[in-house]
């Protein structure tokens, strides 16, 4: 059963920027980055990526955030530039909505906006 673990996360000054990792060996069909803010119960989609590399982004992140791959690594990873107090979450990753299949959800890795 494919499982992913995130990475990278910490605490990072307004406008400063982040590198996460999602590494598991279903890593190569459609991914998806997700956050869970502090107060809400429900994580919400933020980035996506196919398997032939096509990007999607919530409007509330495009320009700033940047999904990538490397099939080598098996690795997804999320930059995030320019953040924002508002960014303040645990990320995690998971298969993308479109695939109609989740892995189970891992730990996920905290991201601090704060200055």
């Known amino acids: 059963q494919a499982q992913f673990v995130e990475s990278g996360g910490g605490l990072v000054r307004p406008e400063g920027s982040l590198r996460l990792s999602c590494a598991g060996s279903?890593?190569?069909?459609?991914m998806a980055w997700y956050r869970q803010a502090p107060g809400k119960q429900q994580r919400e989609l933020i980035a996506?990526?196919?398997?032939?590399?096509?990007?999607n982004y919530r409007p509330f992140v495009e320009g700033r955030f940047i999904i990538s791959r490397d099939r080598t690594k098996n690795t997804v990873y999320l930059q995030m530039n320019s953040l924002k107090a508002e960014d303040t979450a645990v990320y995690y990753c998971?298969?993308?909505?479109?695939?109609?299949?989740?892995?189970?959800w891992g730990q996920g890795t905290q991201v601090t906006v704060s200055s």
């Open positions: 998971n298969a993308a909505p479109t695939t109609g299949w989740s892995a189970p």
């Open positions: 279903g890593t190569s069909r459609s």
């Open positions: 996506t990526i196919t398997s032939d590399g096509k990007t």
